[in-house]
């Protein structure tokens, strides 16, 4: 079935340090692909996603590029600050039931100044 | 997107007692989902719910201990029934993103239970 594996963490890095998260997928067919930020005490947020392959999502400095020769999705951020603090999530939609997502295990992501 | 809120937001709560948690939408949605997050953990589904029919739940997960209800199209709640400590989680509600796949999330509950 699809799935999701993604960095395991937690991830500690200094202010303006370079982040990258793995997260690479098995899916049947080419999925949208996302990712999620749930920062301290919140519920999860949208933070970027990719539609087809070699697209690329953006927000908030933060960028993933869909590959599908390699089934990956990586988040990078050029330059992290401290309030990036926060669990990132990979996902992608249930192959079986569009309308559910999979989730990643999540990456925790702490940045210190 | 959405904008959804939760009640209540926190909660302690005894062994053997009952709470119901709330989801509003500020806009009408299909479909509404519920998701458990044990500490330190990602995202289970607990069930499905769609207005005007009864919710399909995952594995692992009976009506008779989380029941749902789904009266309109921008308002469900859970019910965390007979809870032990290891109810203990933060249960989320989200809603599909309109043909995106997407999904939008309210703020969560945190639920203790001693």
């Known amino acids: 079935g699809d799935s999701v594996t993604q960095m395991e963490g937690p991830v500690t890095l200094s202010e303006e340090a370079f982040l990258t998260i793995n997260c690479t997928y098995t899916a049947t067919g080419y999925p949208s692909l996302f990712w999620y930020v749930q920062y301290p005490g919140e519920g999860l947020q949208l933070l970027l996603k990719?539609?087809?392959?070699?697209d690329k999502g953006s927000n908030k400095g933060f960028e993933a590029t869909y590959r599908k020769e390699t089934t990956s999705f990586h988040l990078e951020k050029g330059s992290v600050q401290v309030s990036d603090s926060a669990v990132y999530f990979c996902?992608?939609?249930?192959?079986?039931?569009?309308?559910?997502?999979?989730f990643g295990p999540g990456t925790s992501l702490s940045v210190i100044p | 997107s959405a904008v959804i809120s939760q009640k209540p937001s926190r909660d302690i709560c005894q062994r053997g007692t009952s709470l119901t948690i709330q989801c509003q939408v500020d806009s009408q949605v299909t479909m509404m989902f519920w998701y458990r997050q044990q500490p330190g953990q990602s995202l289970t589904l607990i069930a499905t719910?769609?207005?005007?029919?009864?919710?399909?739940?995952e594995s692992g997960f009976v009506i008779d201990k989380f029941p749902i209800s789904r009266p309109n199209l921008t308002f469900s709640t859970l019910t965390v029934s007979n809870m032990s400590p290891e109810d203990s989680s933060i249960y989320l509600c989200s809603v599909d993103g309109q043909g995106g796949y997407e999904q939008y999330f309210g703020p969560g509950t945190r639920l203790t239970v001693t």
């Open positions: 719910a769609n207005q005007g029919s009864e919710a399909t739940y």
């Open positions: 990719a539609t087809k392959a070699d």
């Open positions: 996902a992608l939609p249930n192959g079986t039931s569009y309308d559910k997502v999979i």
